[in-house]
């Protein structure tokens, strides 16, 4: 690997929280500014972490990016900061958890392209990608996706597509009731959570659409709520799906 792209902030900063996260540790002392470790520690500890068994170079790209960018948002948000730590104990640890898992979620491959010359390419080889394309469409959508977005106020948060099991602090998915993370909400954060009237287990699909639109506008930035198709129906699904097409132009 590179020593430049190593030493850089993009990278230093998920190594050093996943290299903390990876040993138990707290996140104090995460410095992205100073290079931590060596290069074959870092691609072992993303090897291990980016939830793919084979990654190419640009999945595992993908899944450092994201998680940097994740991380990025949550020391700028309010949330995070040491000074909500004390009404929001072990909040900075959940954030961080799930930020892991959901950077594994985006590394995941979303097409397989074809590295064949077009004009030599069989009925056969088209009619096999249009089914491998259709099983990974079908694969995406009937896995779970679970999402905390940090606003683009810095100050405000979404939570989409997980329940958190209220004795165990269990990450649910909300419709299959599979336990995605076994603890990822000590019973503190959780109490001061509800205290603050955060809503974890909110049903998304059950709220009015202009509260839908609202979350969606919170996360992309935009300040002036607005419903460019009313016909397009704003399920949980839909409404992921549009999340992570974002996210994917962020990076």
């Given at each position: 690997?590179?020593?430049?792209?190593?030493?850089?902030?993009?990278?230093?900063?998920?190594?050093?929280?996943?290299?903390?996260?990876?040993?138990?540790?707290?996140?104090?002392?995460?410095?992205?500014?100073?290079?931590?470790?060596?290069?074959?520690?870092?691609?072992?500890?993303?090897?291990?972490?980016?939830?793919?068994?084979?990654?190419?170079?640009?999945?595992?790209?993908?899944?450092?990016?994201?998680?940097?960018?994740?991380?990025?948002?949550?020391?700028?948000?309010?949330?995070?900061?040491?000074?909500?730590?004390?009404?929001?104990?072990?909040?900075?640890?959940?954030?961080?958890?799930?930020?892991?898992?959901?950077?594994?979620?985006?590394?995941?491959?979303?097409?397989?392209?074809?590295?064949?010359?077009?004009?030599?390419?069989?009925?056969?080889?088209e009619e096999s990608d249009l089914l491998a394309q259709y099983s990974l469409r079908r694969q995406w959508e009937s896995?779970?996706?679970?999402?905390?977005?940090?606003?683009?106020?810095?100050?405000?948060?979404?939570?989409?597509?997980?329940?958190?099991?209220?004795?165990?602090?269990?990450?649910?998915?909300?419709?299959?009731?599979?336990?995605?993370?076994?603890?990822?909400?000590?019973?503190?954060?959780?109490?001061?959570?509800?205290?603050?009237?955060?809503?974890?287990?909110?049903?998304?699909?059950?709220?009015?659409?202009?509260?839908?639109?609202?979350?969606l506008c919170s996360v992309i930035g935009n300040n002036m709520p607005y419903d460019p198709d009313e016909t397009y129906?704003?399920?949980?699904?839909?409404?992921?799906?549009?999340?992570?097409?974002?996210?994917?132009?962020?990076?």
């Amino acid at each position: 690997m590179d020593h430049k792209l190593f030493s850089s902030e993009a990278f230093q900063r998920p190594y050093q929280y996943l290299r903390r996260f990876q040993k138990g540790a707290n996140f104090v002392g995460v410095d992205r500014g100073r290079v931590e470790g060596n290069e074959a520690d870092y691609t072992k500890i993303f090897l291990t972490h980016c939830g793919l068994r084979d990654p190419s170079w640009s999945e595992l790209r993908h899944f450092v990016w994201f998680l940097n960018v994740q991380l990025l948002d949550c020391e700028q948000s309010s949330f995070c900061s040491a000074a909500a730590a004390g009404d929001l104990p072990g909040f900075l640890d959940f954030v961080v958890r799930f930020m892991i898992q959901m950077s594994r979620d985006f590394a995941t491959r979303s097409l397989q392209i074809a590295e064949e010359t077009p004009g030599l390419r069989s009925m056969n080889d088209e009619e096999s990608d249009l089914l491998a394309q259709y099983s990974l469409r079908r694969q995406w959508e009937s896995s779970a996706h679970p999402y905390t977005f940090f606003n683009a106020d810095h100050h405000s948060m979404t939570f989409l597509g997980f329940n958190i099991h209220p004795q165990s602090g269990d990450l649910i998915d909300p419709q299959t009731n599979r336990v995605l993370e076994e603890k990822i909400m000590p019973q503190p954060l959780k109490h001061s959570l509800r205290a603050n009237h955060v809503q974890l287990n909110e049903n998304f699909d059950s709220i009015p659409r202009s509260a839908k639109i609202e979350k969606l506008c919170s996360v992309i930035g935009n300040n002036m709520p607005y419903d460019p198709d009313e016909t397009y129906e704003l399920t949980t699904d839909n409404v992921k799906k549009i999340l992570a097409i974002f996210m994917r132009f962020r990076l």
